[in-house]
């Protein structure tokens, strides 16, 4: 599959993805959206409890009325609405919630609900987050694409950066879940078919705490999703994520400046403090001197540099037992036929969905 929403908005088309629309439970579902939420605001991973109580105790009535995300903010604003829909609601916590704490605040109300209004406007600011989110049906069966060995491609560059990060950080929730709910699959079994989830840009897209990325990387590994994570330069990488990014089992580099080739130094490279760099080679001073050895600085310079100057195609591997390999990939020839092939492609995915 195929998915270039920017393309397909040009057209007036919408990817219908109803993000409340999978097959878990309704406070699962809250979670989710919660951590979704995490990562699009990387603000609220340092504690945001009044959103998440808010964003929580409406995704399940939201689920059980039947309506999707993006009603969030009617839900919120419209107190006849919150009143009619909460007569689909169950759940006798998400009843109270909102009638004996949010209809209580009284004059606080506005205050209290600002944060989450803010960000529930942004679901529909953006008219492709707007149709998408808003569509009754979703078309991305998560699930049924990790177990079916389905490559799924999705193309995210879309003008409003808000609706991108967020577009990314859904998509990725829902793939990392669907690879946690195969815990109902035995391990020996042939169910768990291996799948890759390819992140460019990932720190936009991924947990945001050490805590949380490691412990995400640690489960879904375990249910065979494995991530392939791209950035740039590591200034686009929080301290908090680097620090997380110490147990992957494979890092690559390519060439890189000056501070990005000092931050890989320390990851790829290695000193010895006995490498010898001169010996007298005079039998008669042999006696009165010692060897001149390598200094650590230098050495590490020289892991520097070797990353500075990699050539096109050129790559450093860091393998799980921590061995260091340089690589170098083929050149292929140019595809003459591609262009046309690529149009009809494109052409064909954007009027399937």
């Known amino acids: 599959m195929y998915l270039d929403v920017p393309a397909a908005a040009v057209e007036g088309r919408y990817l219908p993805f109803n993000f409340l629309a999978q097959p878990y439970d309704d406070h699962a579902m809250a979670e989710h959206a919660a951590e979704a939420a995490r990562r699009a605001w990387p603000e609220l991973a340092h504690g945001a ?33 919150r009143d009619e829909l ?135 590994r375990k249910y065979n999703l494995f991530c392939v994570m791209a950035h740039q330069n590591w200034s686009q990488a929080s301290d908090r994520l680097k620090g997380a990014l110490q147990n992957v089992g494979l890092e690559v580099v390519l060439k890189a400046g000056r501070p990005d080739a000092e931050h890989s130094a320390r990851l790829f490279g290695t000193v010895d403090p006995d490498a010898i760099k001169h010996v007298v080679t005079d039998e008669a001073a042999e006696d009165r001197t010692h060897p001149a050895y390598y200094p650590l600085a230098e050495q590490w310079e020289r892991q520097v540099q070797s990353i500075q100057q990699l050539r096109v195609g050129e790559a450093f591997v860091r393998l799980p037992d921590d061995r260091v390999q340089k690589v170098r990939t083929p050149r292929l020839p140019a595809l003459t036929e591609l262009p046309h092939a690529l149009d009809e492609v494109e052409d064909y995915y954007l009027h399937r969905y």
């Open 49 to 81: 409890p009044t959103f998440e109580n808010i964003l929580k105790h409406s995704v399940v009535a939201l689920r059980e009325a039947g309506l999707p995300l993006t009603r969030l903010s009617d839900l919120l604003t419209d107190k006849s609405l």
């Open 86 to 220: 909460l007569t689909h609601v169950h759940d006798p916590q998400v009843i109270r919630f909102f009638k004996l704490r949010m209809d209580q605040w009284g004059r606080d109300a506005p205050r209290m609900k600002e944060s989450t209004l803010n960000r529930a406007d942004l679901l529909t600011l953006s008219p492709i987050l707007r149709y998408a989110l808003g569509n009754e049906r979703n078309v991305l069966a998560f699930r049924r694409l990790i177990d079916s060995g389905t490559s799924l491609i999705v193309n995210l560059a879309v003008a409003s950066p808000d609706a991108r990060r967020l577009f990314g950080c859904l998509l990725t929730v829902g793939m990392e879940t669907a690879a946690l709910s195969r815990a109902n699959i035995r391990a020996a079994g042939s169910g768990r078919a291996p799948h890759f989830l390819i992140l460019d840009e990932f720190s936009q897209f991924m947990a945001q705490s050490e805590e949380s990325l490691t412990r995400m990387l640690s489960e879904t």
